[in-house]
């Protein structure tokens, strides 16, 4: 009895697979008792980051028995997507792309030591979607359980991870409402309180300043307009560079 399943992995989810098996159908022997979504993610591709599995040109879910030699369509996620949340958290090795996110005033929670078990609990704890390149990390089962809680970011620069979470999400942006450094919301300070924490230059320039309660961080347009300006005509270029500097 032939227990060969084949399946027809879509191009946006081929970086998952071997280089072997990318660009052609993927042969996978079937042991009669592992589901669909079993077998796929025993390819390399996560189910999280599956749109939809197609049989026959029918949807079938990822608990279905597979049907050997009926080939199955595997399809990414939507793009937009939705998302369960706004907040993120992001893993050990996306620093750069938190600073960017939260230029952009999204809520992206960071920390350079957390390890994956931590990671999950803090999704979980906090409701955050979590932004990852670990492949294992995508694959358990609680990250997917009734919404989506994690997404695999693609591109090794952080302007292209930019892009491609704006692409994918199409959060709401709110630029410079929060400190790059720490993720805290800003507010409006007064000069006179914050002169002693900004250069001379700047207080002859600037009136109008943004500082960070949690970490005592000062913020003004020209420190930042420029970055923010590169950052938004590479990740975000439905906002206008005017709108950038007015921020």
Known sequence: MDRTVILRIAEPLQLFLAPRRQGTDVEVSWDGEASLGHVVE??????????????????????????????????????????????FVLDVHLGALARRLRLLGLDAAY???ADDDELV??????????LTQDRGLLKRKVLRDGARWAAYVRGSRPDAQLADV?????????????????NAVLADVAKADVVDRIP???RRRYDDFRGCAACGRVYWRGAHARRLDQILAVGAPQYRRDDARDA
């Open 42 to 87: 025993s390819v390399g591709v996560p189910l999280i980051e599956v749109g939809a599995l197609r049989v026959d040109g029918e949807s079938v879910p990822a608990s279905t028995r597979p049907r050997p030699a009926v080939p199955v369509v595997v399809v990414p996620a939507d793009r937009p997507q939705p998302m369960p949340t706004s907040r």
């Open 111 to 113: 920390r350079n030591d």
């Open 121 to 130: 609990a803090q999704v979980l704890a906090e409701r955050r979607l979590l």
């Open 166 to 182: 704006l692409d994918r999400f199409a959060p709401p942006l709110d630029p410079l409402s929060r400190c790059v450094a720490c």
């Open 200 to 202: 001379a230059g700047t």
